[in-house]
């Protein structure tokens, strides 16, 4: 089971702060699509309508092809995890997973058992008793185990160590494999995350910049390495996003595709071509957008 | 299958305030123990715990519909129930708790009664609005039953205030509470000149009238569940 989401010409006003700009996009069901975006773009915005817990102040949020806001049969499919502030919850850990499994029709206790012991989780602690990373944590158990069809995680592994995190990781892609459902991660954790995305969609300042199956992604750009003056003078009239330089070998990142004859060029001058990180393509199509 | 989400929610809700109230009871009950036994002028009659419990319980119920909004209402929604589906379970559960509450009450009351022919307590206890007369008896209860309710939704009506509109619209809602006080005041007790009502409507003339008072409680109670509605149907839920 997995839900597809489309935004038409959503716009959202606090007030007079615009916090998205006519944004019209479609998710596909039975993927995951990492959601990226810089500090304050929108990100969260975008994702607390889709939870249909605010009402868009223009436009429509569909889920599977229906307006999702007060649509029951469509808020039952969406969870959406996010870093909540638990420092009044005096809930044990076990309570919230109940409530979870109590509301979820998909709820698979096994699995967050499993989960539970995997992140170690005390579950007769309360839950303002725990770390930052074991509150984290404690969501997303909480979200993968209920496996609604349109699960959502923002920026969910906030203050999770990086085993923590590498676990998460698995666990979702392992269960994406056997329960498909669509994801939607929102991060900044940029290449750290990349290899989970089926499909990438980068917002900023409110508005949509790219919404691209990875590969198309990647494919924008390109890193080229070898000896620094060759790499110097085959990428001097291309857009470089970043460069690294390590004695005379030098590895630069260019923004465009390479057609053919740039890779004979650059086969020619010994060089490796190999794909442009997210992270750095990111990066530069969001700091354009500054300027 | 929508109505069976709302009445999880009910039974959700429903079940934590119980035992919320549970806790309640027995402070009240030691409470009023030791009204019985310790803080009595040992000559004039103590109130029957069902007299004793009626306005404790009030505030109790009030309480309650303060804190659904604030405990369960995200807590809910994120777990993917629709507004009018929590809407709909917590009605049902209010409309529930205060019968249980009722009940409740009127149980200890009535060990209360028991324990009385049996053990010699250092004061009399004035049983009469419960144990009296079957009309008066069945009044009282209807009376306790419906002002619990009462209380429970104007707590839940300040509850969604504060929830919604913050601090500052919030007091306005304190404000409508003590309207909805003022008249229940007026309906069941027929003292709506210490309260507010009294500076709005002079004319108004004490109430004594028991159709009066459930005809006037049973509208206000509706009232407040259909601005409930109103109030719940399009809220941003906070994160």
Redesign the interface.
């Known amino acids: 089971m997995a839900a597809s989401v489309q935004l038409n010409h959503v716009t959202l006003k606090f007030k007079k702060f615009e916090a998205l700009k006519d944004v019209t996009l479609t998710l596909e069901a039975g993927k995951i699509h990492g959601l990226i975006g810089r500090n304050g773009a929108g990100k ?1 915005s975008l994702l ?1 309508l889709i939870a ?4 868009p102040t223009a436009g429509e949020v569909l889920v599977d092809g229906s307006p999702v806001f ?4 469509k ?6 995890i ?1 870093d ?1 502030d638990y420092k009044e919850e005096t809930e044990k850990v076990k309570k919230l997973v109940e ?2 499994a ?3 029709p998909n709820f698979d206790q096994e699995f967050a058992d499993h989960l539970l012991k995997r992140f170690k989780l005390p579950v007769n602690k309360p839950v303002n008793k725990l770390s930052k990373g074991m509150q984290s944590a404690m969501n997303v158990v909480i979200g993968l185990a209920s496996r ?1 069809p349109l699960t959502i995680f923002d920026e969910a592994y906030l203050g999770m160590d990086a085993p923590a995190r590498e676990i998460f990781y698995k666990e979702l892609l392992n269960d994406q494999a056997e329960h498909p459902r669509t994801f939607i991660l929102s991060t900044h954790l940029v290449s750290e995350m990349d290899y989970l995305f089926d499909h990438v969609v980068i917002i900023d300042q409110g508005t949509l910049l790219l919404n691209e199956p990875y590969e198309t992604v990647s494919s924008q750009g390109a890193s080229i390495t070898g000896s620094a003056e060759q790499v110097d003078a085959f990428t001097s009239d291309m857009k470089r996003l970043n460069e690294q330089q390590l004695g005379g070998t030098k590895s630069v990142m260019v923004y465009g595709e390479l057609d053919d004859q740039q890779r004979t060029e650059a086969h020619s001058r010994k060089l490796e071509i190999g794909p442009v990180s997210l992270q750095d393509l990111f990066i530069h199509i969001t700091e354009e957008e500054v300027q | 299958m929508k109505s069976e989400r709302q009445s999880k929610v009910a039974a959700h809700v429903f079940y934590q305030q119980f035992k919320w109230s549970l806790w309640f009871f027995s402070i009240l009950f030691v409470i009023h123990l030791a009204r019985i036994f310790f803080l009595n002028s040992g000559v004039e009659a103590v109130d029957g715990f069902f007299i004793f419990a009626y306005q404790p319980v009030n505030v109790f119920m009030l309480v309650c519909g303060i804190m659904i909004v604030y405990v369960f209402m995200g807590q809910h929604i994120h777990q993917g129930i629709s507004r009018k589906e929590w809407y709909k379970g917590t009605a049902l559960s209010a409309i529930g708790l205060a019968l249980i509450i009722t009940l409740v009450t009127l149980l200890i009351n009535g060990i209360q009664y028991v324990l009385q022919q049996f053990v010699s307590l250092p004061v009399a206890l004035d049983n009469a609005i419960a144990f009296g007369t079957f009309e008066g008896a069945l009044a009282s209860i209807a009376g306790f039953y419906f002002n619990a309710l009462t209380f429970y939704m104007i707590g839940w009506m300040i509850g969604i205030g504060y929830y919604r509109f913050g601090w500052v619209i919030g007091f306005g809602f304190v404000a409508l509470a003590l309207v909805g006080f003022s008249l229940n005041d007026f309906f069941w007790e027929g003292n709506a000149y210490s309260t507010l009502l009294a500076s709005w409507v002079p004319q108004f003339t004490p109430n004594t009238s028991f159709v009066v008072a459930i005809t006037g409680s049973i509208l206000l109670i509706a009232a407040l569940f259909v601005f409930m509605v109103s109030m719940t149907k399009r809220v941003t839920i906070k994160m």
């Not at chain 1, 249909?52 to 009402?55: I, V």
């Not at chain 1, 007060?70 to 049969?73: A, F, L, S």
């Open positions: 969260t607390s249909a817990f605010r009402e007060e649509n029951p049969e808020m039952e499919q969406v969870a959406f996010y909540k409530v979870a109590y509301y979820r609604a």
